[in-house]
């Protein structure tokens, strides 16, 4: 058989270059994670400190190895999982503008370990050191199941009310969350609810090497999960009727993918925060610089974008500032609001408009 | 080729109610779809069409009897067994952002990709078919939320295509297309399913359309499926009974719907030809029945310089060179001498004589 003349696999070149541009913008961001910040380390030693070479000083050993590189790992794998989540929310909603931040999932996630905070009587970090792996374990697996509490209460919602409600009501489930969070509070001693309190907002910093040895791989298995369910997420694309039709395992495939959400955002959740907006833009420049809708691309490319995005914005907040006033909700909601707003006004939306 | 693919056993369409018997829609119905028919499943508004459609492509369970596809009950097959056999196209909008036609042709393929969803060159060969039968193929790299209803609908047909079912399942999906639109896509599916030999179930409110194209009609009417070739439908007055509504019936003469409210009495029409089948529908429009030998008359005449109209009777007697003027004289006459026409005694008499041929009016 001759090759087909309309053949559907349109830009290989395209998809191609759009990887590799972004593979060097993955590595360049993460140089820049371990390089800069109040002590300036030369790109140099910070390669060869990753590499195993002993020429520099024992503080830059420290700094780049102990402090920076769990920071730079933390934003890098979170990133990947914000960034897949987004977009597998975006097709299991049909709406362009869902995320799991948008959509209160991480509030939900918050509530989740915050119910487990009281429950135990131990808070954040102090769980995390009192109890160990156990601990770790725990805070995910309470905010995985408060992801997923939002989640299917945002489906069932989803069935009611039009894109855009859907995405006021998200902000509205959001705070539901955030004030429960506020009385839950109440019930612990001032010391537990201030160590709950300093991951009020966003932020990469802090995540031990017990924390990252979890979050990798639950994020990995997410991931795998949700490669394994490319096809039928293609399906999907046309909404759950047609997907049924054409041989997919509608509920199967939405349990699996639920799943997959609550690895992918529970730990991240648990252990930096609500993150804003990051898995919406990641989505957004997958789909943008593709040009495509096949889930078989875009869910890595939405996972590289998240890691750059995680690792650029982060790199922003740690640039040498005089004064440290840049939080990571402040430089990704600078980004990620006004590509909220795109999405929202462009002219294809129009739909999205009109439904309100 | 097999016949009867599909199979309508003593089946009951309709809802399960929580604590309540379920809610029969439609049925209990036995038919059956041959293999290479196009048939058109009509019905007014809320008569069930759709949930007949949904539980026939295996969405929605029945409440009772069942639903054979060459011989496999459809609410038992494994999903990707179904989808191979049976493809369906809804009256739901597919809005998939970046999504192009090929790529939504494709998707047709899911059922005989392997999980990763790759295609072979004998996929692509069928979805470029598929894309071709319904003259998409020029469409193949657009993208699907730019397209026109019409060019979208033909595009999710290509899509049902490239399944290469044996049985299609359409709901109106020539609701929101113009009228040369819906001959054309409606034509179409009826050479589909003659080329492919596979059964296409189209529901529609295009009557007339329906009658002239399908190869066997549903007519859903009062829970019940009256089916058989539309010719032996409008004989048997089933189409009349099914349809007839406030102010509407059905025209065995003409396979056509009229307006029911003659209140001005009878006229005749003389002559042949396109302009006198008009003057006819007008005079109908107008509020007229067309019977022979009436007290009104207007005779379309072909002469040197063109077409003229002499009307007769108690229209009075004046000649017009168009028909527009022939209107405009009627309804000036019936402003001044209302109370005459409106009061007409032929009304009732013609009523009770419904098989008189309409006047001297050519039909077709």
Redesign the interface.
Known sequence: ?T??????A?HPRRFLSWFATAGLALVAAFVLELALGPVRIPVSSVVGLLVGSTTSPDTWHDIVLAFRLPRALNALVSGAALGASGLLLQTLF?N?LADPFVLGIMHGARLGVAVLVVVTGVAGGALTSRLGEAGVLATSMAAGAGALAVLLLMLGLARRVSTVTLLISGLLIGYVCMGLISVLLHFVDEVQARAFEQWEGGSFDGVTRLQLLWLTPMTVAGLAMLM?L??AL??L???E??A??????VGRTKALAFGALALLVGPVTAFSGPVPFLGLVAAHVA?GGL????H?LLLPASALAGAVLGLAADVVVHLPWNRHFLHLDAVIGIIGAPVALWVLLRP?SR?LRSTL | MQTHVLALEHLVAGYAVPRQPARRVVGPVDLTLRAGELACLLGPNGAGKSTLLRTL?G?QAPVEGAVRLRGDDVHTLA??????Q???V?T?R???????V???V???R??Y?D???R?R??D??V??RA?RSVGA?TL??RLV?ELSDGERQKCMVARALA?EPSVMILDEITAFLDLPRRVEVTRTLARLAHEHACAILLSTHDLELALHTADTLWVLHEGRILAGPPEVLVLDGTFEQAFTADGLEFDRHRGAFRSRHRGHGQVTVHGDGLEARWTCSAMERLGYELAPDADRSVTVMVTASGTAWQLGGRFGSAQYTSLEAVLSAIRRGRDTDGAAGLAAPGLTAARSSPSAPPGACPTG
Do not use: F, I
Not at chain 2, 94 to 100: D, N, P
């Open positions: 058989m090759t087909p003349a309309l053949a559907g349109p049909r362009p394994a490319s096809k293609n399906g694309l046309l909404g009727h047609y049924g039709s054409l041989g997919v395992h789909r040009a495509t809708a096949d078989r294809s739909h | 492509a969405m999903p990707r067994d179904l989808a191979r049976l493809s369906v809804l739901e597919v809005t998939a952002g970046l999504l192009t090929y790529e939504l494709a998707l047709g899911h059922p990709t999980w990763t969803g295609l060159d004998d692509h060969a979805v470029e894309l193929d193949a790299h939320a399944q």
